[in-house]
């Protein structure tokens, strides 16, 4: 059984820091394409960042310079370190497996940003 478990979400001040995680189990997840998504209220899901297989890495225009995204295939986790978060970072945020049409989804992880 495919599993993603996204993890690390909370509430956090404008300005704040936080690191998402999602650990994946049932796949070889070394050879997937990873990312994170979210989506805000009334708002499709929409891409945040993403990591191919060989760590090729792209990201939302809206976070580029504040999100990181890496992996770490020995321990079959992806992680989305988060800075300088906004209000409107707010969403849940969901973790993405994909390759070619093979594509699995976790359940999400909320993240508030709030003063």
């Known amino acids: 059984q495919v599993q993603l478990v996204e993890s690390g979400g909370g509430v956090v001040q404008p300005g704040g820091s936080l690191r998402l995680s999602c650990a994946g189990s049932g796949i070889p997840l070394s050879f997937y394409d990873m990312g994170w998504y979210r989506q805000a209220p009334g708002k499709q899901r929409e891409l945040v960042a993403r990591i191919t297989s060989v760590g090729s890495m792209n990201y939302a225009d809206s976070v580029k310079s504040r999100f990181i995204i890496s992996r770490d295939n020995a321990k079959k986790t992806v992680y989305l370190q988060m800075t300088s978060l906004k209000p409107e970072d707010t969403a849940v945020y969901y973790c993405?497996?994909?390759?070619?049409?093979?594509?699995?989804w976790g359940q999400g992880t909320q993240v508030t940003v709030s003063s």
């Open positions: 993405n497996a994909n390759l070619q049409i093979d594509d699995y």
